[in-house]
C-alpha cells in the first residue's frame, strides 16, 4: 500500500511537471494593438489593447493605477468593458488610482467624476500646464507594483476600435516599479498647495536583461519631461536620437505629428538625427498622420521628404460605414524601429514639446523578434492603399477631425 501511494505521489509529481511544461509562459513584453474597424491595418494575431487591459485588471489583487490624458465614454461602445472590470476590482477591495490631464478633464469631466464615486477608487487631475508648460499626455497602468502597460491608447473608446495604435504589456517588475515611481511623483505633483520632488524610491540599473521566444533582450525604460521624471529614469529624446545615430541600415517610424516646433519649444535635435542618418546611407521611412496636414509640422515634413534616403507617406484611415467620429479615424501609433531589431515604442509624438515640456513615457528594447513584429506592423500601414507619398510638389487637402462633421456627413449616433 505504501509503494502505490508512493508511485501515485511520484505519477501526480510527474504529471503536474509535464503540464507545467507544456503551458508556455507569459512573455515578458507582449504587443497590443487598437485596429481601426473595417480596415485591414496592423496585425490581427496580437492581442487588442482592450482584452489585454480587461485581462490585466482581473488580475488585480492589491492595486490599480492608470494615468491618462483623458476619460471619454460612449454608452456600448468598447471601453465599457474596462471600466465595467474596474469597478469589479475596486468592489473586491482593490485600491483603484486614475490621475487625468486637468484641461482634458474639463473636456470629459462626467465619466471620470462618475467612476470617482466609487469605493476604492480615486480620481485627480495634474496641470501639467501649470508644472512644465505642457500637459499631462502618457497613457499608462500598473497592476500591483508587478506588470504595466503603456502605448499609444487614450482611456477613450475611440482608441480601442476607430483608431490604430500600439502598445504593450510588460511584465517585468523593476519596469513596473519604475512607471509607479513616475505615477507616484505626479499623483504628489497633482496637489496645488505644495511642491513635490520626483519620486526615485527603488532605482534600477538599466539596461534590464530579459528572455522571450528562447531570444535574450534588454530594455531600456524612458519619460519626460526631465525635471519631472525619476532621477535614475533616462531621459526620452536622448534614448530616441541615441538609436537613431546608432542605425546603420533602417530606421521606419510612425507617429501621429511632427516638427521642429517652436519659441520655447524649439528643437531639431530629432530631426537633425534623421537627416543624418540619411547622410549615411540609412534609409528612413516615416508615417504619419493626415492629422499633421495643415499644421505647422507640415514643412518640416516637406523637408524631410525632399531629402535623399528619406521616404514620408500620410496616412488617411478611411471613414468608417456608421457614421462620422470626432477626432478618431487616424493612425495614432508612436514607435520606431531601427535595422529591424531595436523597438522605441512610447507616448509621444515626435515634436519638441512632448519631450520637453509635457509628461510621456516610452520603452526600449533590444530584442530582433518583437522588432520585427513592429517592423510588420509598420509595413502594413506602408503599403496599406489609405498611405499617399509626400513627394515635392503633391498637394495633400487638409481632412476634417474635429467635432463637427464635414459637409454631408452623419455623425454616429445621430
Known amino acids: 500500500m505504501r509503494r502505490l501511494a508512493a508511485l501515485a505521489v511520484v505519477f501526480l509529481t510527474l504529471a503536474g511537471a509535464v503540464l507545467r511544461a507544456g503551458t508556455p509562459s507569459a512573455p515578458p513584453i507582449q504587443l497590443g494593438e487598437s485596429r481601426p474597424m473595417e480596415t485591414a491595418l496592423g496585425d490581427p494575431t496580437l492581442p487588442t489593447a482592450a482584452a489585454t487591459w480587461v485581462d490585466m485588471l482581473k488580475g488585480a489583487k492589491q492595486r490599480v493605477d492608470l494615468e491618462h490624458f483623458y476619460l471619454s465614454r460612449k454608452p456600448g461602445e468598447s471601453l465599457d468593458p474596462v471600466l ?7 468592489a473586491r477591495g482593490v485600491k483603484v488610482r486614475l490621475l487625468l490631464d486637468a484641461g482634458m478633464h474639463r473636456t470629459y469631466p462626467q465619466p471620470a467624476d462618475s467612476l470617482g464615486q466609487l469605493a476604492n477608487v480615486s480620481v485627480r487631475v495634474i496641470d501639467y500646464h501649470r508644472i512644465a508648460g505642457g500637459v499631462q499626455h502618457a497613457k499608462f497602468m500598473i497592476v500591483d507594483d508587478r506588470e504595466a ?7 477613450d473608446w475611440r482608441a480601442l476600435s476607430h483608431i490604430h495604435e500600439l502598445g504593450a504589456r510588460v511584465r ?21 498647495t505644495s511642491h513635490a520632488a520626483p519620486v526615485d524610491r527603488r532605482p534600477a540599473k538599466w539596461p534590464l536583461a530579459f528572455e522571450q521566444d528562447g531570444v535574450k533582450g534588454e530594455l531600456w525604460p524612458s519619460a519626460s519631461p526631465k525635471p519631472q521624471s525619476p532621477a535614475s529614469l533616462p531621459w526620452d529624446r536622448d534614448v530616441l536620437v541615441g ?21 520655447k519649444n524649439a ?28 499644421g505647422r509640422g507640415e514643412a518640416d515634413l516637406r523637408s524631410l521628404s525632399a531629402t535623399p534616403g528619406i521616404e514620408v507617406r500620410i496616412s488617411q484611415v478611411p471613414e468608417w460605414s456608421g457614421g462620422y467620429i470626432p477626432f478618431a479615424r487616424v493612425e495614432h501609433c508612436k514607435y520606431m524601429v531601427a535595422d529591424t531589431s531595436w523597438l522605441w515604442l512610447g507616448t509621444s509624438n515626435w515634436e519638441p514639446s512632448y519631450f520637453l515640456a509635457t509628461r510621456n513615457l516610452a520603452i526600449t528594447v533590444h530584442h530582433a523578434p518583437l522588432a520585427r513584429q513592429a517592423r510588420g506592423i509598420f509595413e502594413t500601414s506602408w503599403t496599406a492603399p489609405s498611405a499617399v507619398a509626400l513627394v515635392p510638389g503633391a498637394t495633400i487637402a487638409k481632412r476634417v477631425h474635429a467635432e463637427s462633421p464635414p459637409p454631408g456627413a452623419t455623425l454616429y449616433g445621430e
Open 243 to 263: 538609436r537613431l545615430d546608432a542605425a546603420q541600415h533602417e530606421i521606419v517610424a510612425q507617429f501621429l505629428s511632427y516638427g521642429v516646433g517652436g519659441g
Open 172 to 192: 517585468l517588475e523593476p519596469v513596473a516599479r519604475t512607471f509607479e515611481d513616475v505615477f507616484e511623483s505626479d499623483w504628489a505633483a497633482s496637489d496645488t
Open 149 to 155: 502597460w503603456l502605448g499609444s491608447q487614450n482611456l
Open 267 to 294: 528643437d531639431s535635435t530629432l530631426h537633425k538625427a534623421l537627416l543624418a542618418a540619411a547622410s549615411r546611407g540609412v534609409k528612413v521611412k516615416l508615417i504619419v498622420s493626415d492629422w499633421e496636414i495643415g
Open 84 to 90: 465595467d472590470e474596474i469597478g469589479r476590482a475596486a
